[in-house]
């Protein structure tokens, strides 16, 4: 079975391995040199112009997997060599055109950009193109094409330019570290930092969880991920890495859905907190609505705390499909309770730099929190939850009128609505990635079955209320 | 006197929740409030043994239903 979406992917994946393969034998700074041979062993080009470029490229590669450029404080970065820099020319008339009568782009076209040659060929004049694209969906030959850089059309928040080289660029002011562009980029020139030595070296120096206790603490999409293998395999391959237990974000989460509903009945209006690429967008770009995000820790974070006050000395490694979080687990409110972040391509890594095939292993548990709790990783689960909550808690005299946003595009019409007052509507549910966290760019798949099979684990949780679930916490 | 309860995956499924609300329940009928504190960890590594609850070094099987037991035998006669 497949276990990666795109061949970008599956490269990012066998840089890490090797960085990975080499720091668990302490022979990284011997061999780093080696690894862009070990990936492209051969004299001939694969991927590239030349076999140089190619090993140039995993060389940088090799850098982001170590933790990329410490100056940069954002999380996602551009291998400039690797940028392909893709023509930027917008809407363009291709040589489909076929010179016809009925001249519908030209119609459409609000701003007179179409004109038309002596061979009848339709031509855009970009003194006037606003890039609508509506002439592009009105021509019968599809002959008018978005020649947009994928990059920059995956980024919702405009934070992609063109360099006068025509490399990508990121500006970090505008960057939410959602991560769309390291999954949209055709040539896996964006990509996201990776704190997988970091990982590799807490876990050594624990000692086999002697010195110190290392959680795993995992995110619930987690349910859609590693479908070739059962959950309770990768349970067991994450322990059988040197974790000395696998505890559910969604327990946190339910937590979450407890505070943040009385949150809400006590301010009135509120959104969600949960996904960081969110918050950064509502701080970065609407900056009044900034004090109605939820003064709740995200899940990761709530239930790390929770492990952290009742295990001394504990570190915890969040695994989940989110770049986003390496950017949240390094601001000062959260770094107290988390010490690593990695995404599930790069647990895919790590089982295979220490050749654990989690198919050969026997199913582990993983059960914490409920149905409610796990719901989170997908779109609507949060609203659903702090519905829940009010009702669990009695709280009656407060109609929730949730609106949940998918993508950073839903999220801004909520938010300006909001801003305007006008928001139909007295919670926001924000999730920057298309579906919620089974969007996520960490994940190994992204598929419409995904929300089935969260759902499908929400169901199997032992515990069915959230005070069930969370009740075994407040035990002091 | 500090009662700790393994409150991970293997120890839940065999219901932890149940012994921390037996316990709660007991504390509370022998008021005991200010000389039993009960708190919760993730897996204390004997996952066969759930639900594990330690006192002091020891770690101690207890199950929902020998729960009232063990608070009689363990703790109520040792407070």
Same mark, same amino acid.
């Given at each position: 079975?497949?276990?990666?979406?795109? +061949?970008?992917?599956?490269? &990012?994946?066998?840089?890490?391995?090797?960085?990975?393969?080499?720091?668990?034998?302490?022979?990284?700074?011997?061999?780093?040199?080696?690894?862009? #041979?070990?990936?492209?062993?051969?004299?001939?080009?694969?991927?590239?112009?030349?076999?140089?470029?190619?090993?140039?490229?995993?060389?940088?590669?090799?850098?982001?997997?170590?933790?990329?450029?410490?100056?940069?404080?954002?999380? $996602?970065?551009?291998?400039?060599?690797?940028?392909?820099?893709?023509?930027?020319?917008?809407?363009?008339?291709?040589?489909?055109?076929?010179?016809?009568?009925?001249?519908?782009?030209? !119609?459409?076209?609000?701003?007179?950009?179409?004109?038309?040659?002596?061979?009848?060929?339709?031509?855009?004049?970009?003194?006037?193109?606003?890039?609508?694209?509506?002439?592009?969906?009105?021509?019968?030959?599809?002959?008018?094409?978005?020649?947009?850089?994928?990059?920059?059309?995956?980024?919702? =928040?405009?934070?992609?330019?063109?360099?006068?080289?025509?490399?990508?660029?990121?500006?970090?002011?505008?960057?939410? @570290?959602?991560?769309?562009?390291?999954?949209?980029?055709?040539?896996?020139?964006?990509?996201? &930092?990776?704190?997988?030595?970091?990982?590799?070296?807490?876990?050594?120096? @624990?000692?086999?969880?002697?010195?110190?206790?290392?959680?795993? =603490? =995992?995110?619930?999409?987690?349910?859609?991920?590693?479908?070739?293998? &059962?959950?309770?395999?990768?349970?067991?391959?994450?322990?059988?890495?040197?974790?000395?237990?696998?505890?559910? %974000?969604?327990?946190?989460? !339910?937590?979450?859905?407890?505070?943040?509903?009385?949150?809400?009945?006590?301010?009135?209006?509120?959104?969600?907190?949960?996904?960081?690429?969110?918050?950064?967008?509502?701080?970065?770009?609407?900056?009044?609505?900034?004090?109605?995000?939820?003064?709740?820790?995200?899940? /990761?974070?709530?239930? @790390? #705390?929770?492990?952290?006050?009742?295990?001394?000395?504990?570190?915890?490694?969040?695994?989940?499909?989110?770049?986003?979080?390496?950017?949240?687990?390094? #601001?000062?409110?959260?770094?107290?309770?988390?010490?690593?972040?990695?995404?599930?391509?790069?647990?895919?890594?790590?089982?295979?730099?220490?050749?654990?095939?989690?198919?050969?292993?026997?199913?582990?548990?993983?059960?914490?929190? @409920?149905?409610?709790?796990?719901?989170?990783?997908?779109?609507?689960?949060?609203?659903?939850?702090?519905?829940?909550?009010?009702?669990?808690?009695? $709280?009656?005299?407060?109609?929730? &009128?949730?609106?949940?946003?998918?993508?950073?595009?839903?999220?801004?019409?909520?938010?300006?609505?909001?801003? +305007?007052?006008?928001?139909?509507?007295?919670?926001?549910?924000?999730?920057?990635?298309?579906?919620?966290?089974?969007?996520?760019?960490?994940?190994?798949?992204?598929?419409?079955?995904?929300?089935?099979?969260?759902?499908?684990?929400?169901?199997? %949780?032992?515990?069915?209320? $959230?005070?069930?679930?969370?009740? /075994?916490?407040?035990?002091? | 006197?500090?009662?700790?309860?393994?409150?991970?995956?293997?120890?839940?499924?065999?219901?932890?929740?149940?012994?921390?609300?037996?316990?709660?329940?007991?504390?509370?009928?022998?008021?005991?409030?200010?000389?039993?504190?009960?708190?919760?960890?993730?897996?204390?590594?004997?996952?066969?043994?759930?639900?594990?609850?330690?006192?002091?070094?020891?770690?101690?099987?207890?199950?929902?239903?020998?729960?009232?037991?063990?608070?009689?035998?363990?703790?109520?006669?040792?407070?």
């Amino acid at each position: 079975m497949r276990k990666f979406d795109t +061949k970008v992917q599956h490269l &990012k994946y066998k840089v890490l391995r090797e960085v990975a393969r080499l720091a668990w034998r302490d022979e990284l700074l011997e061999h780093i040199t080696d690894i862009p #041979k070990t990936i492209v062993p051969g004299n001939e080009a694969t991927m590239r112009c030349c076999i140089y470029k190619e090993r140039a490229i995993l060389s940088e590669r090799v850098k982001l997997a170590m933790g990329g450029d410490r100056a940069n404080p954002n999380v $996602i970065e551009v291998i400039d060599i690797a940028c392909d820099e893709c023509p930027v020319g917008g809407y363009k008339v291709t040589d489909a055109c076929r010179g016809c009568l009925a001249h519908r782009c030209e !119609d459409v076209c609000r701003r007179g950009a179409i004109s038309f040659d002596a061979a009848h060929v339709a031509h855009i004049d970009k003194t006037k193109c606003v890039e609508c694209g509506q002439c592009a969906k009105v021509c019968p030959y599809g002959a008018i094409m978005d020649f947009k850089r994928p990059c920059e059309r995956s980024c919702k =928040v405009g934070a992609i330019s063109m360099r006068e080289d025509m490399a990508a660029s990121i500006n970090n002011d505008k960057c939410i @570290s959602c991560g769309a562009c390291v999954y949209q980029c055709p040539f896996g020139a964006i990509s996201d &930092k990776s704190y997988i030595l970091d990982t590799i070296d807490i876990l050594k120096k @624990s000692e086999s969880n002697q010195k110190y206790k290392v959680y795993a =603490v =995992v995110a619930p999409s987690i349910s859609s991920q590693f479908t070739y293998a &059962k959950l309770g395999q990768v349970i067991s391959g994450i322990k059988a890495l040197g974790f000395h237990t696998v505890v559910e %974000a969604a327990l946190g989460a !339910d937590m979450v859905a407890y505070n943040e509903a009385a949150e809400l009945a006590e301010k009135g209006f509120l959104t969600s907190s949960c996904c960081p690429a969110f918050v950064s967008y509502v701080q970065k770009a609407f900056p009044d609505l900034a004090p109605y995000v939820s003064h709740n820790l995200s899940p /990761v974070g709530t239930i @790390s #705390k929770y492990i952290k006050d009742t295990t001394p000395g504990a570190k915890i490694v969040f695994i989940g499909p989110c770049t986003a979080k390496k950017m949240e687990f390094q #601001k000062p409110e959260v770094a107290p309770y988390i010490d690593s972040v990695i995404t599930f391509e790069e647990l895919q890594a790590l089982f295979d730099s220490k050749d654990i095939d989690i198919t050969s292993l026997g199913e582990d548990v993983l059960d914490n929190a @409920s149905y409610f709790g796990r719901i989170f990783a997908r779109c609507g689960g949060l609203s659903d939850a702090v519905k829940e909550a009010l009702k669990e808690q009695g $709280i009656d005299n407060f109609d929730l &009128k949730a609106v949940s946003c998918d993508g950073i595009e839903a999220c801004r019409m909520a938010l300006l609505k909001a801003s +305007k007052r006008v928001l139909d509507g007295n919670f926001i549910e924000g999730m920057a990635c298309t579906g919620g966290c089974i969007g996520g760019a960490g994940c190994l798949t992204h598929g419409e079955k995904n929300k089935a099979e969260v759902d499908k684990y929400g169901r199997e %949780a032992h515990e069915k209320t $959230i005070q069930d679930a969370i009740g /075994v916490l407040n035990i002091h | 006197m500090k009662v700790t309860v393994c409150i991970g995956s293997s120890c839940h499924l065999k219901g932890s929740r149940q012994v921390v609300e037996t316990l709660r329940r007991l504390i509370e009928e022998n008021h005991l409030e200010n000389k039993v504190e009960i708190s919760g960890t993730f897996c204390l590594g004997q996952c066969q043994k759930g639900v594990c609850v330690t006192i002091g070094d020891t770690v101690y099987s207890v199950t929902p239903e020998t729960t009232e037991d063990f608070f009689q035998t363990q703790i109520l006669s040792k407070v």
